[in-house]
T-cell receptor
Framework: GNSVTQMEGPVTLSEEAFLTINCTYT??????LFWYVQYPGEGLQLLLK?????DKGSNKGFEATYRKETTSFHLEKGSVQVSDSAVYFC????????????FGSGTRLSIRP | DTGVSQDPRHKITKRGQNVTFRCDPI?????LYWYRQTLGQGPEFLTY????????KSRLLSDRFSAERPKGSFSTLEIQRTEQGDSAMYLC??????????????FGPGTRLTVL
């Protein structure tokens, strides 16, 4: 079945550091890939998405590229801010599974000032 | 605010009681999803509706759980005879599903259930 594996946390970085959160997936067919973010006390928000191989999703300085050859969708940001502290979820959907989202277990990110 | 709303935001109940949660999707969204999230885990799919039809239910959804979307707008999720293992955040999401391709789901703030 479809599944998502992401880097375990927590991840603690200093402000302005470079961020990478690894994510790999297993899926039949051609899934769409997502990163969702959950800020403290708030609901899940879509951060970025990519719907086909080699697509790059980007938002708020974050980027992720859909790599079919390595079945990966790593999240990156060049310079993190304290306000980026949150839990990040890698996820996928596939048309064949009626678009229900399969989430990874989440990575908690804390940024030190 | 035209996002997905859920009510209540928090619910504390005693084991064996019934609880009901409500979700109001973004207007004109034809799909509505329910997920459950336990501490330290990602959300897990429970069920979804296309308009008023419930099209899929996860094996996580035991017989004590029932969901409805009577007019294709808001939805309710009821848990009967609650157990401590039902304690979790219950998330609702909605989307506009087109004939081709996958849809983007927008999540509500969730209802946190604590069963004592």
């Amino acid at each position: 079945g479809n599944s998502v594996t992401q880097m375990e946390g927590p991840v603690t970085l200093s402000e302005e550091a470079f961020l990478t959160i690894n994510c790999t997936y297993t899926a039949t067919g051609y899934p769409s890939l997502f990163w969702y973010v959950q800020y403290p006390g708030e609901g899940l928000q879509l951060l970025l998405k990519a719907t086909k191989a080699d697509d790059k999703g980007s938002n708020k300085g974050f980027e992720a590229t859909y790599r079919k050859e390595t079945t990966s969708f790593h999240l990156e940001k060049g310079s993190v801010q304290v306000s980026d502290s949150a839990v990040y979820f890698c996820a996928l959907t596939s048309y064949s599974s009626a678009s229900k989202i399969i989430f990874g277990s989440g990575t908690r990110l804390s940024i030190r000032p | 605010d035209t996002g997905v709303s859920q009510d209540p935001r928090h619910k504390i109940t005693k084991r064996g009681q019934n609880v009901t949660f409500r979700c109001d999707p973004i207007s004109e969204h034809n799909r509505l999803y329910w997920y459950r999230q336990t501490l330290g885990q990602g959300p897990e799919f429970l069920t979804y509706f296309q308009n008023e039809a419930q099209l899929e239910k996860s094996r996580l959804l035991s017989d004590r759980f029932s969901a409805e979307r009577p007019k294709g707008s808001f939805s309710t999720l009821e848990i009967q005879r609650t157990e401590q293992g039902d304690s979790a955040m219950y998330l609702c999401a909605s989307s506009l599903a087109l004939a081709r391709g996958t849809d983007t789901q927008y999540f509500g703030p969730g209802t946190r259930l604590t069963v004592l």
